[in-house]
């Protein structure tokens, strides 16, 4: 359907019209499903999914290889830096993961801009674009299939890390959750060949990560060396804010207003049989209430800053947190 997209890019859509026109549309869609079951989903397994083994095996072994990488980041080159920068032994501690996820989330985000913006892909401006001319089994581009396998790949070693890796947090269980729903969500998207809307959810997502992980950095670096550092505390504070606002615009105002409306609306109007049209929008619902969720606990992070309850910027994922040690032992990377 590529003349769809010929009298411009459609208008982002109101919180409202998403509601309606979505809702409508799944219901339309849900009443003219004569022969939804498992038989469907089996046939539409069989006819639509194409995903070969040793593309499975290539993700598989992307995610040992992020996991060797990250050790060997560790050891040599994270922790020495706590050290030297002599950095508080709690900080010091903490101080590895956000710094390897800060790189990793700066280099997607980054490459995902890169498509968005400085090739001629069009989903950004023209989210519908997406499901133009979309066929089962046609090509992904080689840079798309690259952000991929990096992207499928990392998330498949972040669901290890979170259990064996990682600090356990309050919200480490929604964050192994929002992992596994990640990883489906890439792995299954490129086997339908949606990988056109699966890269505007990476945009939209990894952004709030690169400034997640700065403000750590900084929080864990204002207090090295015994001292405090102004500059790391004013960095650490803006990107705080920057944090926040990200948050909000590019999770719960673009993310459900561009990708929600474009995959529960406009990929009827392009498709109308499209397969697993269920299956994926209750995943992407899925992410949004997560989303949600975690916004939440920043906007109750921000209250106890506002009212002076806390008084200085800490990790906005433990703020209500106790200060014993971990429920779980955590395994030496």
């Not at 019209?17 to 079951?37: M, P, T």
């Not at 909000?248 to 673009?254: E, M, T, V």
Request: hydrophobic share 50%; proline share 5%; glycine share 6%.
């Amino acid at each position: 359907m590529a003349a769809a997209g010929s009298a411009g890019p459609e208008p982002m859509p109101s919180y409202a019209q998403l509601v309606q026109r979505g809702w409508g549309s799944a219901l339309a869609a849900a009443r003219g499903c004569a022969d939804c079951g498992w038989g469907l989903a089996r046939r539409g397994l069989a006819e639509h999914a194409h995903l070969a083994p040793p593309e499975l095996l290539l993700l598989a072994l992307g995610a040992l290889g992020w996991t060797v990488l990250r050790s060997a980041a560790t050891s040599r080159l994270f922790r020495p830096l706590a050290k030297r920068c002599r950095l508080q032994p709690r900080d010091a501690a903490k101080m590895p993961e956000s710094a390897w996820k800060f790189l990793f989330y700066l280099g997607a985000w980054s490459y995902s801009t890169y498509l968005l913006f400085g090739t001629d892909y069009p989903f950004f401006h023209d989210p519908p674009s997406v499901f133009y001319d979309w066929k089962t089994g046609m090509a992904v581009p080689r840079d798309i299939a690259v952000a991929y396998l990096l992207q499928g790949s990392f998330y498949g070693h972040s669901i290890y890390a979170t259990l064996y890796l990682d600090a356990w947090r309050k919200d480490s269980v929604v964050m192994l959750v929002h992992h596994v729903v990640t990883l489906v969500l890439i792995v299954s998207s490129y086997a339908f060949r949606y990988h056109k809307v699966g890269i505007l959810v990476l945009f939209l997502h990894d952004i709030s990560d690169v400034q997640l992980e700065f403000t750590k950095l900084n929080v864990y670096f204002k207090s090295r060396g015994g001292a405090h550092q102004r500059l790391h505390a004013l960095a650490a504070d803006l990107g705080c804010l920057s944090f926040c606002l990200s948050w909000f615009w590019f999770r719960l105002y673009w993310f459900p207003l561009k990708v929600l409306y474009a995959t529960s609306y406009c990929s009827l109007r392009s498709v109308p049989d499209i397969p697993f049209y269920f299956f994926f929008n209750v995943l992407l619902l899925l992410l949004t209430l997560m989303n949600l969720y975690w916004f939440l606990y920043i906007v109750a992070f921000a209250a106890k800053v506002l009212t002076g309850q806390v008084r200085e910027l800490k990790d906005v994922r433990e703020y209500d947190t106790a200060e014993a040690p971990s429920p779980k032992p955590r395994k030496a990377e």
